[in-house]
């Protein structure tokens, strides 16, 4: 069994080949995702170290994205492409179980960190809490993302499974074909745990969202419908973007394993990788220039817009709306207050609802 990693890069090599004229493209498909991923990044890194009030608690995710993005493209994706190049896997059998166990890692890390983002706007917007900027809980949330990518993929590395060369043989993950009783435990745990689980997680938290930001449109039909229909694009845009880059990859890697033998072709297995990968350039897109506050800071760090006050600290009007929200449940009235606040310096993402008043049952 552990020869099963040499034998896996052999077969490989020698069974998934794709024309000249695929690994060209392939090439530039990679090298595109290389350089816009890393300058994505870079931009998101080099506003949180310029704008002093953008290092907000809830920002710590988002950076910690951004970072796990980054290494992918530094350490993952450039020896993907000068693989590709060559038309076949460079670094040898070591140098493969590296390769998949720091692109798996970082991966990890980076969709954990999506949805425990989803997790807090959420609770932005539905949980009452006067307590001022808090680092703890977000610092531990950044910790929690990388262990628990670590237990995930550090496995493979002392023998429950293994990582192998994938698609082209231009790549590394984990060993999809090895038909073992171990390998397919671990492929059904790391299906669940790492994919199933995270989409299911966001799909509650972005549709509780999406119902409470239409509650207040109900109410209040100008400024609250229009920031209702902004986060239902933002929303929207990001479980699709989520569900474009990794679905495909978790999928065809379920055929892979459980499927017949060469179930699936070289270019098949090739497109779904590329799609994951490519969720380093959409990532950046999605979480930051979307974002009002990032985009802002976007606009000055490249004179776009003119920048005044010290530490980053930009000239905006501040207005605050309350808006009165009932709502029902079952034969009692629940009565809340709503805060909705529009100023994109002083949150911490988008507008978002708070309750200022804990709910109080009438009988």
């Known amino acids: 069994y552990q020869n099963e990693p040499r034998k896996t890069l052999i077969r490989g090599i020698k069974g998934t080949r794709l024309s000249s004229t695929g690994f060209a493209v392939l090439s530039v498909v990679l090298g595109f995702i290389m350089t816009f991923g890393f ?8 506003l949180f170290c310029k704008f002093k009030k953008l290092r907000t608690p809830v920002n710590m995710m988002l950076l910690n994205i951004s970072v796990s993005d980054m290494l992918v493209c530094v350490f993952g994706t450039t020896l993907s492409f000068a693989s590709s190049i060559h038309g076949r896997w460079l670094l040898g059998s070591s140098g493969c179980s590296w390769y998949g166990f720091i692109n798996s890692c970082f991966g990890i890390v980076s969709l954990i960190s999506l949805v425990i983002l989803s997790y807090d706007r959420y609770s932005t917007l ?6 001022g900027p808090n680092y703890r809980k977000p610092l531990l949330a950044v910790g929690g993302s990388w262990l628990y990518s670590l237990f995930w993929t550090v496995p493979p590395l002392l023998g429950w499974s293994s990582y192998g060369v994938e698609g082209a043989g231009t790549s590394c993950s984990v060993s ?26 966001m799909i509650y938290c972005y549709s509780r969202l999406l119902w409470a930001v239409k509650q207040v449109g109900k109410v209040r039909k100008t400024a609250a419908r229009k920031r209702e229909f902004h986060i239902l694009f933002m929303v929207l845009t990001t479980a699709a973007c989520y569900l474009l880059c990794w679905m495909p990859y978790g999928v065809v890697a379920m055929m892979a ?3 017949p033998p060469d179930i699936i072709s070289p270019v098949a297995s090739v497109v779904p990788s590329l799609l994951a990968k490519s969720s380093t350039v959409i990532n950046p897109l999605i ?8 985009y802002r800071c976007f606009l000055i760090l490249f004179h776009c817009e003119n920048w005044s006050g010290k530490n980053g600290r930009t000239s905006m009007s501040s207005k605050t709306t309350v808006i009165q929200l009932n709502r029902r449940f079952s034969s009692n009235t629940v009565a809340c207050a709503a805060h909705f606040s529009s100023d994109a310096l002083k949150t911490n993402a988008e507008p978002a609802v708070k309750l200022t008043t804990p709910p109080e049952v009438v009988t």
């Open 176 to 201: 999809w074909t090895v038909q073992t009783t171990q390998s397919h435990a671990y492929i059904i745990c790391l299906f669940i745990f790492c994919l199933g689980l995270p989409v299911l997680v």
């Open 287 to 294: 979480y930051i220039l979307m974002n009002k506050q990032f």
């Open 39 to 46: 300058l994505n990044n870079l931009v998101v890194l080099l």
């Open 126 to 131: 539905t949980v009452y809490n006067k307590r």
């Open 257 to 259: 394993t459980f499927g």
